[in-house]
T-cell receptor
Framework: DGGITQSPKYLFRKEGQNVTLSCEQN?????MYWYRQDPGQGLRLIYYSQIVNDFQKGDIAEGYSVSREKKESFPLTVTSAQKNPTAFYLCASSLGSLNTEAFFGQGTRLTVV | RKEVEQDPGPFNVPEGATVAFNCTYSNSASQSFFWYRQDCRKEPKLLMS???SGNEDGRFTAQLNRASQYISLLIRDSKLSDSATYLC????????????FGTGTRLTIIP
């Protein structure tokens, strides 16, 4: 079945450590996105990518990094520079044209302990 | 003006009532608009797409007002299962497509 998969579902990290969240899609979508959601809040865009080996900063990129070495994969690294990393992280993908919907993974809930 | 703005609510509405909420956008060149539904602690899922003046699907109607730059979502005969957060999405094409979400409107249907 086609879809977008995020792993792990729950992740615990010690303060000061980097951690990488996985996002894989087999929908043959060009565009991929990472969002952060805090309790009771909307989705804030971290990074997005339209094509392989290219990506752009979203509204809250500080403390995060991404790579897009393959079309189907868009991993997000939460670095130690991110001051408040505890949040719900959502990955999405779309065909990349303006008139197409985005499909979401089930999300990764990151907690810093 | 923010790229996409929504009234966060919460909207507490009795079962069977009609409820409507708006989403305003700043980019007058935007061509397509989407409403997503998000249940608590879950990922958003597409509810409706709006490409021209509006769209209707059963109890749900989305309308676009280009002159005032807003889209609305109307829910008729509301059900308990309609309780969720409704997110407005407006793709922004600045050379690279940026998919910007509103903060969401929280809706609770009361029995």
């Amino acid at each position: 079945d086609g879809g977008i998969t995020q792993s792990p579902k729950y992740l615990f990290r010690k303060e000061g450590q980097n951690v990488t969240l996985s996002c894989e899609q087999n929908l043959n979508h060009d565009a991929m996105y990472w969002y952060r959601q805090d309790p009771g809040q909307g989705l804030r865009l971290i990074y997005y990518s339209q094509i392989v080996n290219d990506f752009q900063k979203g509204d809250i990129a500080e403390g995060y990094s991404v790579s897009r070495e393959k079309k189907e994969s868009f991993p997000l690294t939460v670095t130690s520079a991110q001051k408040n990393p505890t949040a719900f992280y959502l990955c999405a993908s779309s065909l990349g044209s303006l008139n197409t919907e985005a499909f979401f993974g089930q999300g990764t809930r990151l907690t810093v302990v | 003006r923010k790229e996409v703005e929504q009234d966060p609510g919460p909207f507490n509405v009795p079962e069977g009532a009609t409820v409507a909420f708006n989403c305003t956008y700043s980019n007058s060149a935007s061509q397509s608009f989407f409403w997503y539904r998000q249940d608590c602690r879950k990922e958003p899922k597409l509810l409706m797409s709006v490409y021209s003046s509006g769209n209707e699907d059963g109890r749900f109607t989305a309308q676009l007002n280009r002159a005032s730059q807003y889209i609305s979502l109307l829910i008729r005969d509301s059900k308990l299962s309609d309780s969720a957060t409704y997110l407005c999405v407006v793709p922004q094409n600045f050379g690279n497509e940026k998919l910007t979400f509103g903060t969401g409107t929280r809706l609770t249907i009361i029995p």
